[in-house]
């Protein structure tokens, strides 16, 4: 656990989560998202989709304010800025978070496959059509990510450990 998800788990209520909250770190945001219990609904799966995003809408109206102050610990303390989020059942939604602008130099291969999923109707922009192929690689390569950012951490770690320049 890092120092960050340890700040959370230990300054956030008990209550609001069943366990620990999921803490997703970047350069330039950190993502809270904790599991809210699941209502118990009777009826058919629309019915519990749709009880599971209500209590997430009243869990973001009831922590508004304690969450900003929160945030604003968290932002002063760790340098980036603090999006949340909540899982419920099978419902997933984050509130709020960053959209940064990633500076890129493509090649016209690169560039026509972008085109091409504009003109399909894929995505309505180049940036956009980017941002579906970074989530589709994610997607299906999702072990392989992970162990590579395992092994990124672990290079940072032995470089930690090493003499000071």
């Known amino acids: ?21 999921e803490v997703t770190v970047d350069r330039e945001e950190i993502i809270v998202v904790g599991t809210l219990a699941a209502p118990k609904v009777d009826g058919d799966e629309a019915a519990a989709r749709a009880a599971e995003a209500g209590r997430i809408k009243r869990w973001r109206e009831d ?19 603090v999006a949340w989020g909540a899982q419920c059942g099978d419902t997933r939604e984050v509130f709020t978070n ?25 995505a309505r922009s180049r940036s956009e059509a ?30 930690d450990e090493g003499p000071a320049a």
């Open 1 to 21: 656990m890092s120092e960050i998800e340890g700040w959370f788990a230990g300054r956030l209520p008990d209550e609001w989560f069943e366990g620990a909250p």
């Open 63 to 81: 922590t508004r304010g304690e969450r900003m102050r929160i945030a604003d610990e968290a932002q002063h303390k760790f340098g980036g800025k």
């Open 98 to 122: 960053l959209a940064v602008p990633v500076m890129t130099r493509l090649r016209q291969p690169e560039r026509r496959v972008l085109d091409t999923l504009v003109d399909a109707g894929v």
């Open 130 to 159: 980017l941002a579906w192929c970074v989530r589709l690689v994610g997607q299906h390569e999702d072990d392989w990510i992970g162990r590579l950012r395992d092994a990124v951490a672990a290079v940072h770690d032995v470089r």
